[in-house]
């Protein structure tokens, strides 16, 4: 009996060092593939400064199985009496990297919905997400976005999760000459 509360004691130590030792990426989790976040989001043209919309945007992902997700987003827009919507719906194949870093790939439909013009078409991406502790993501992004014209994307980002469920974020993407500002929260299930 002394033995098996000897080994138990410790195994516990031995398990509370380690853990004590190993560096927080350890401990991280992987990305979240299936959440919903909402927040605001600034659009800044270069060429207009007159013209800077703000609005709502709700979005999220869902992982099918180990690989394949789902993904949407919806902004609407106003400044003045011009308002507008844009729309991304698609889908994407993530890849493990290591235990806590994913690689993805994605094609999206594309439609921009205005009171003056309405056009449509596709953007595709590929990027790194990554748990560097368990409270902080960071992304990256690199992309072709194709409505009324083709321009290359980047994409940076940042989630802090207060709890293992809510985060709070914030990303920057620049488009050409348009670069959209976001401040979000989001709910991982």
């Known amino acids: 009996m002394n033995k098996a509360i000897s080994l138990l004691a410790s195994t516990s130590a031995l398990v509370a060092l380690t853990a004590a030792f190993t560096p927080a990426t350890a401990l991280a989790d992987k990305p979240d593939w299936r959440y919903v976040e909402g927040g ?18 709700a979005s999220g992902k869902y992982l099918l199985n180990s690989n394949w997700y789902l993904n949407g987003e919806y902004s609407f827009f106003e400044e003045g009496n011009f308002d507008f919507d844009m729309i991304t719906v698609g889908a994407g194949y993530r890849l493990p990297v290591n235990a806590t870093t994913d690689a993805y790939f994605g094609a999206n439909l594309e439609r921009v919905d205005g009171d003056i013009d309405d056009d449509n078409g596709y953007s595709v991406n590929a990027g790194l997400r990554s748990m560097v502790t368990e409270q902080i993501e960071l992304a990256g992004e690199v992309g072709y976005y194709d409505v009324d014209g083709g321009e290359a994307t980047i994409k940076v980002g940042a989630n802090y999760y207060i709890t293992p469920q809510w985060a709070v974020g914030a990303s920057y993407e620049l488009i050409d000459e348009l670069d959209i500002m976001q401040v979000t929260a989001r709910y991982a299930f």
Do not use: A, H, V
């Not at 605001?40 to 945007?57: A, I, M, Q, R, V």
């Open 40 to 57: 605001y989001t600034k659009l800044d043209f270069d060429n207009n400064e007159s013209f800077e919309p703000d609005g709502f945007t």
